[in-house]
């Protein structure tokens, strides 16, 4: 090293500014205990914020509730992305992503990633209040109809009496957040694009909510009195028990109308104007790029879910497996409601032994066998380890479920997100088989062919209802 | 060198904000017409505006720009401004030999550029009455219709493409991906094979292109079945395509329009038959003709077309004779002075050149006439009055390739 | 089909018509190319239709403009040469009335060598810039790639005005022949007849050899 060296570099490096900026959180805060330790004032502190929490716990409530609702949305848009991206490629014949951790499963998150980290910036000569309210609009238009879908028995976000029609107002200022993004953007394209766009998403918003009104009359007949037949939760509650009673086998008109209108809605094939590339450049996002475009992005595919989530809880029985299953439980010995504290190991009998013996190896050998196959660098041994420790993770998240909630929230949980992601599937399958319908041959449809049969419904619907009423019973 | 550069000052500068108007930001600048037509077309009525389709679009086959005006959702008229890809491709043939006149056409139809590269050979040939040996000819027949399939396929697949469909054009790749590698097998190259040589071709068919040939055959039928039978009845694309583009046999023959838009209104025109060439009079083909003369017509045509290949194909493996690949030809290639034309068949239409030679190794003149041109020239009259999602159905079913359209 | 053609046009072509190996050859002067043409698209008996290609051929003497047709009744082309264009003022009727399919193909004709077609409403470029000056095909525009093998090369900015000390040689315009003019620039038949073995054509010493 010479002597005419650069000099030592001094001041402290961006590591070390992090390391000492968490220490001294780490210090602060133990100061800050220990002096509410001494003083006695910790005790008061917890004991007032106990207090103010009982008295207030549905406003505690609903305030988590929200947040997982927010937090939820994007790790399922993250999914839904993977999903479109792998479901596509195979229906392609090719394999999508598989680069990006295993079986490409994060590359939707390094698409998140790559999203944040463009350029923000905002072209000259819009309006910048709108242009930057837009993707705000169209992102919390979708998010907040999460709020009172029931995922589980008892667990939605709010069980809103007029739940039905929260959803419809609140996914309705979609429409408000796309024209706001086309009329802002200071470009003819970006304008075309939004109005086209708004003129498809109102036109199939009737279809979509007259489809809904058979399920509510239904709801309102037959279900109980002295709820609202709007309240989400008790439209899948009406659905228990087998699978015939879903709302899919009493109205199977309005199960194809509603699901056509959501592909509308949603701005998917064979509907998407919204991002019709091989038309008018990028429509009404033209002019957004970086995390703008990623809230536009976000709320597409959050759109697709909700949309999948409400035909989910409307028809397709919610939470519901669609089988009964004390029978099953009983066979093992076992009986509802399942808590884990009341399985008596007594009981159980032969399967005492059994369930511990075979479970793991089962689990095992089909994780590992499945990673195996798909792997084809890895070993057989590599694959069973894997498989091993995939499968613990996997029980592991389910007996934690069970316990924090209950068997029937783990069931629930799991037969409706099932069921959702299976309607997703579906929309991304028809996103990779069907070309795209004309924007006149779109409307057409809705108001000469969708809403006509949507209205037929109803009073097919009243009027079996009438029949029912009168003269069965 | 003696112009001095302006300072050239940026639209950020609060002085040159204030100065420069809004127009800058028109998407058509106002401009003085030169013409009568330019005068008409760029005058806006009430409630019309101009929208550039433009050089940088994924649909537009290349590097073309329309200006489009329109009103609302309906087209009134538009202009196609091409030349972004003009390579002045002719006036590279006269400055180079006969044979470098082979690899100067090879990107003009870069989909499948056997077709291109024929050119230059086919009217070297006719300017000297030249004997092609007949395995040559069989050969350059195989390589002719190996390169119509993969250009069809790709075509079916941009059209679905165009239209939102996202699956077909990767089974369209995939044929296309099993059909150059052969042709790698045979010429080395995957896009632009520059195979063809003026009295044969490059070299002899080898092992390994016959063993892929045998293999993708025997499959071929079938898969080109499955990506029709993917948009042959599927609602949507037929609701997008029939009746869309209506081209008549008075209209194709005005414009001059060739190969498939012709034949779907009805003219059997194939230049393989009209003015038959190489071994094409020996091998038994139909040509297919629609007389629907729309869209939907047009992509029906594209897959009797492949099945028709996939015959010629079959004759030419059985029928190939043994013998020399390459006529003996001097070195030096002198043509005295005379003039030719040549026409041959490519997917697109009638691809022809007319070539005329002055005794000396260069090229006097080597006209290249390319169908696309031609094709696109429709676009015009047919998207008049159309929706402004039709236009691309319109122009992706006349498949133009912007290569060969801008020389 | 050759008789027919002698037949209806022998007034209006300059030399008979000639075979070359499947192409039919006339040779008009450019105010009978609108007669020639109408006759042989319309003539029951004739009947070209198909308007198969459009060019423009610069001989180095004159201009030209080289049609080619096709008729269902022959399966001969038939190739008709405008000739006799002067290379300053090449001027020719346009065809777009009767085929409008020929209005680019006059446009690129225009673009490329600066032949003016009478009755196009749209004579605009096609390939080039709007702004652009010269008419690249001509024989006069030297391309300026040195690795061609042109009197242009090595010299660049083609759009500027070249003054004769900035080139090298004196850019020579080759001739040829093969061409098959038939029509000085002053439309005097010229000695030379088409399609016969002439002599090689005055290939100019200025060129460099391969």
């Known amino acids: 090293m010479s002597a005419a060296a650069t000099p030592a570099p001094h001041g402290v490096s961006l590591t070390g500014k992090i390391i000492l900026g968490l220490l001294a959180i780490v210090v602060a805060g133990a100061l800050g205990f220990f002096l509410l330790w001494v003083t006695g004032l910790g005790s008061a502190l917890v004991e007032w914020t106990v207090d103010t929490g009982e008295a207030n716990i549905e406003i505690l409530r609903f305030v988590a509730a929200a947040t997982g609702v927010l937090l939820f949305t994007i790790p399922a848009a993250f999914v839904i992305i993977y999903m479109e991206l792998k479901i596509i490629a195979q229906m392609n014949m090719r394999v999508g992503p598989d680069r990006t951790g295993p079986f490409g499963a994060l590359a939707s998150l390094m698409a998140g990633l790559k999203v944040l980290s463009k350029e923000d910036y905002t072209p000259r000569g819009v309006d910048v209040p709108v242009y930057t309210l837009a993707p705000a609009v169209t992102f919390l238009a979708s998010v907040l109809t999460l709020l009172v879908i029931p995922f589980a028995p008892g667990m939605a976000g709010y069980y809103m009496e007029l739940g039905l029609l929260y959803f419809f107002a609140a996914s309705g200022l979609g429409v408000v957040g796309l024209m706001m993004a086309g009329w802002s953007s200071f470009n003819k394209y970006s304008l075309l694009g939004g109005i086209r766009a708004a003129a498809a998403v109102i036109s199939y918003e009737l279809p979509l909510i007259l489809g809904t009104f058979g399920v509510v009359l239904l709801a309102g007949a037959f279900g109980p009195a002295d709820t609202s037949p709007l309240n989400l939760g008790q439209i899948v509650e009406n659905q228990a028990g087998w699978v015939w009673n879903w709302y899919a086998f009493q109205q199977p008109l309005a199960l194809i109308i509603f699901f056509i209108a959501a592909t509308a809605e949603a701005g998917r094939t064979p509907f998407d104007y919204t991002e019709a590339d091989s038309e008018l450049v990028a429509g009404f996002a033209t002019e957004y790029s970086g995390m703008r475009f990623g809230f536009f992005f976000f709320a597409e595919y959050v759109n697709v879910f909700i949309l999948s989530a409400l035909t989910v809880t409307l028809f397709l029985g919610g939470y519901h497996l669609g089988v009964d299953i004390d029978p099953i439980l009983g066979f093992f010995g076992v009986t509802t409601p399942l808590e884990m504290s009341s399985i008596d190991p007594g009981s159980l009998g032969p399967w005492l032994l059994a369930i511990p013996l075979m479970v793991p190896p089962v689990l095992t050998l089909a994780f590992g066998g499945l990673l195996w196959m798909v792997k084809s660098g890895w070993g057989i041994i590599k694959s069973l380890v894997v498989g091993f420790l995939l499968a613990n993770l996997l029980v592991g998240a389910l007996f934690t479920f069970w316990a924090l909630f209950s068997f029937e929230a783990l069931l629930g949980v799991l037969v409706f997100f099932g069921k959702s992601f299976g309607l997703v599937a579906l929309f991304v399958m028809m996103r990779a088989t069907y070309p795209r319908v004309r924007i006149d041959q779109m409307m057409n449809f809705a108001w000469k062919w969708l809403m006509p049969a949507a209205l037929l419904n109803i009073f097919i619907t009243a009027g079996a209802i009438i029949i029912i009423k009168e003269y069965l019973s | ?407 | 089909m050759l008789a027919t053609l002698d037949h209806r046009l022998g007034d209006r072509i300059v030399a008979p018509a000639e075979v070359m190996g499947d192409t039919i050859e006339l040779v008009v002067r450019p105010r009978d190319l609108t007669d020639v043409m109408r006759t042989l698209r319309d003539d029951g008996d004739l009947r070209f239709e198909l308007m198969a290609d459009l060019c423009g051929v610069d001989t180095g003497l004159t201009m030209q403009v080289v049609y080619h047709l096709w008729s269902p009744l022959s399966s001969d082309w038939v190739r008709v040469i405008a000739d006799g264009l002067s290379r300053d003022d090449p001027r020719v009727p346009s065809m777009v009335h009767l085929w409008p399919g020929a209005e680019w193909a006059e446009r690129e004709a225009y673009d490329m060598f600066g032949i003016e077609f009478e009755g196009n409403r749209d004579l605009r470029r096609i390939y080039m810039p709007p702004d652009y000056l010269s008419f690249p095909l001509r024989k006069d525009f030297a391309l300026a790639d040195d690795a061609s093998r042109g009197t242009g090369a090595g010299i660049r900015h083609q759009e500027h005005p070249i003054a004769p000390a900035e080139v090298r040689a004196q850019p020579v315009i080759r001739t040829s022949a093969g061409a098959g003019a038939m029509l000085g620039p002053d439309g005097e038949s010229l000695a030379v007849s088409a399609g016969a073995n002439p002599e090689p054509a005055a290939v100019e010493s200025g060129e460099e050899p391969a």
């Open chain 2, 1 to 407: 060198m003696t112009a001095d550069r302006e300072q050239i000052r940026s639209l950020d500068d609060p002085e040159v904000m204030v100065q420069t108007p809004a127009t800058i930001y028109d998407a058509i600048p106002p401009l003085t017409p030169r013409t009568e037509r330019e005068a008409e077309f760029y005058e806006l009525g009430d409630g019309e505006m101009f929208v550039n389709l433009g050089p940088q679009h994924p649909s537009t086959h290349g590097v073309l720009r329309v200006v489009l005006k329109i009103d609302g959702e309906k087209i009134v008229d538009l202009d196609p401004v091409m030349g972004y890809l003009h390579r002045g491709v002719e006036k590279i043939c006269e400055y180079g030999d006969w044979h470098h006149a082979i690899s100067n056409t090879d990107p003009l139809e870069y989909a499948a550029s056997m077709f291109s590269e024929a050119l230059p050979v086919l009217s070297a040939e006719r300017l000297l009455d030249l004997e092609v040996p007949r395995r040559a000819d069989y050969i350059r027949v195989l390589a002719w219709e190996l390169n119509r399939i993969s250009s069809h396929a790709l075509f079916i697949g941009w059209l679905a493409l165009d239209l939102g469909g996202l699956t077909p054009i990767l089974y369209g790749f995939a044929e296309r991906d099993e059909i150059v590698e052969m042709l790698a097998a045979l010429t080395g190259q995957k896009l632009l094979f520059n195979y063809m040589r003026i009295g044969g071709v490059n070299g002899d068919v080898n092992h390994e292109f016959l063993s892929r040939l045998g293999d993708w055959m025997g499959r071929a039928a079938v898969r080109i079945n499955d990506q029709a039978t993917l948009m042959n009845e599927n609602e949507i694309f037929v609701n997008r395509t029939k009746g869309l583009g209506v081209v008549d046999r008075e209209m194709a023959l005005q414009y001059h329009m060739s190969g498939p838009p012709l034949r779907a209104t009805g003219v059997p025109y194939d230049v393989r038959r009209a003015h038959p060439y190489s071994v094409y009079p020996e091998l038994e083909f139909d040509i297919p003709v629609r007389t629907d003369g729309d869209s939907y017509a047009r992509y029906l045509l594209h897959i009797d077309e492949i099945k028709q290949s996939l015959r010629i194909i079959d004759q030419v493996l059985h029928q190939m004779p043994d013998g020399p690949v390459m006529a003996k030809l001097p070195r030096l290639l002198r043509i005295p002075p005379n003039r030719a034309f040549a026409a041959i068949e490519s997917p697109r239409g009638q691809y022809a050149a007319y070539a005329v030679s002055d005794g000396s190794d260069q090229p006097f003149r080597f006209r290249i006439h390319d169908p696309s041109f031609f094709n696109l020239q429709a676009v015009g009259p047919l998207t008049r009055g159309e929706l402004l999602a039709d236009i691309m159905a319109i122009m992706a079913s006349l498949d133009p390739i912007m290569g060969g359209i801008d020389k």
